[in-house]
């Protein structure tokens, strides 16, 4: 059973479009990080997100973080081509105030926009 | 700033067989993760060390070790390499601050187990 379920797992879109890629659990995390990974390449951090509720913006990707701090959500305005790739959450589980230690990933979206 | 480094980039190995695996750490971050990550699925937690002693351990078999050096430099070992060891194997440095830690991924090291 994942612990941080992804959806959906594969977008295929046309240039232009708008998407929504949404990342559930039923656990709190203490703080959730979206990275962006290109094939044969490692994993880079786009966001973190700390705070029940808190959205944060990176040019036209948009981050929300659940109030509840158990889901997040990427959307992008206006795909391009260059954001091809694949997106994964990552979430810890701390208590005490802290935000340390292993990450537990979603399984990713594999994000494809056509020109 | 170099970012994370790893090396080899690519390994191919027979089955059985021992491999070690190298990172770098970001200068000044005292913390190393490795993760698995098999294609198709999100990396998956094998350790992190901090401060050269570890801190946490996946749900991996013993025939994965790693240490972590004085210079906060690591090794991932794998032992009688299985087929389904072939992975992307990530490393990840750290900075633990104000109560957050965040992670920076080197480019990983792709094993083939033939």
């Known amino acids: 059973t994942q612990l941080l379920e992804q959806s959906p797992q594969f977008l295929s879109i046309q240039e232009g479009e708008n998407l929504t890629v949404y990342c559930n659990s039923s656990?709190?995390?203490?703080?959730l990080q979206w990275y962006r990974q290109e094939p044969g390449e490692g994993p880079v951090l786009l966001v973190t997100v700390v705070t029940g509720g808190e959205v944060k913006k990176l040019k036209r990707l948009t981050f929300q973080f659940g109030d509840a701090r158990k889901d997040s959500s990427l959307h992008i305005t206006a795909a391009q081509p260059g954001d091809t790739g694949l997106y994964l959450c990552?979430?810890?589980?701390?208590?005490?105030?802290?935000?340390?230690?292993?990450?537990?990933f979603g399984q990713g979206t594999i994000l494809t926009v056509h020109p | 700033d170099a970012g994370v480094t790893q090396s080899p980039t690519h390994l191919i190995k027979t089955r059985g067989q021992q491999v070690t695996l190298r990172c770098s750490p970001i200068?000044?971050?005292?913390?190393v993760s490795w993760y698995q990550q098999v294609l198709g699925q999100g990396p998956q937690f094998i350790f992190q060390?901090?401060?050269?002693?570890?801190?946490g351990r996946g749900n991996f078999p013993d025939r994965f070790s790693a240490r972590q050096f004085p210079n906060y430099s690591s090794e991932l070992n794998v032992n009688a390499l299985l087929l389904g060891d072939s992975a992307l194997y990530l490393c990840?440095?750290?900075?633990?601050?104000?109560?957050?830690?965040?992670?920076?991924f080197g480019p990983g090291t792709r094993l083939l187990v033939l």
């Open positions: 990840a440095s750290s900075l633990r601050e104000r109560g957050l830690e965040t992670q920076y």
């Open positions: 200068s000044g971050h005292k913390s």
């Open positions: 060390y901090y401060e050269k002693e570890e801190r």
């Open positions: 990552a979430g810890r589980r701390n208590a005490g105030g802290t935000s340390y230690g292993k990450l537990t």
């Open positions: 656990s709190v995390f203490s703080s």
